[in-house]
Nanobody, 126 residues
Framework: QIQLVESGGGLVQPGGSLTLSCAAS????????IGWFRQAPGKEREFVAAVSRTSTDTCYGDSVKGRFTTTRDNAKNTLSLQMNSLQPEDTALYYC???????????????????WGQGTQVTVSS
């Protein structure tokens, strides 16, 4: 089993940057595909990014492509989401999620992930 804790959220001005972190408590982090999702009030949970077990594959949602970058460090059991050129529409609660898998693929849908963190709030406002 894996536990996930997100951190790094906060208030940032439009055009600014923020880096989110996700710390995982497991001895087998390299066996998990990881995803980032976000949910704004009154909206459905949205796919942000995903990375495969060994970082050989990454994928980004259309709304963040070119602005967000996710990386993982399997030796430290951590994942990061670098967010640049933030806009008010990026305001949401951001979650990391994990799926135990032997596959090297990425997973793009929320139901694919059985394990979730509590989320960290990102607010983009002037």
């Amino acid at each position: 089993q894996i536990q996930l804790v997100e951190s790094g959220g906060g208030l940032v001005q439009p055009g600014g940057s923020l880096t989110l972190s996700c710390a995982a408590s497991t001895r087998t982090f390299a066996n998990y595909a990881i995803g980032w999702f976000r949910q704004a009030p009154g909206k459905e949970r949205e796919f942000v990014a995903a990375v495969s077990r060994t970082s050989t594959d990454t994928c980004y949602g259309d709304s963040v492509k070119g602005r967000f970058t996710t990386t993982r460090d399997n030796a430290k059991n951590t994942l990061s989401l670098q967010m640049n050129s933030l806009q008010p529409e990026d305001t949401a609660l951001y979650y990391c999620a994990a799926k135990y898998t032997s596959s090297g693929t990425v997973y793009l849908t929320a139901p694919s992930y059985p394990d979730w963190g509590q989320g960290t709030q990102v607010t983009v406002s002037s």
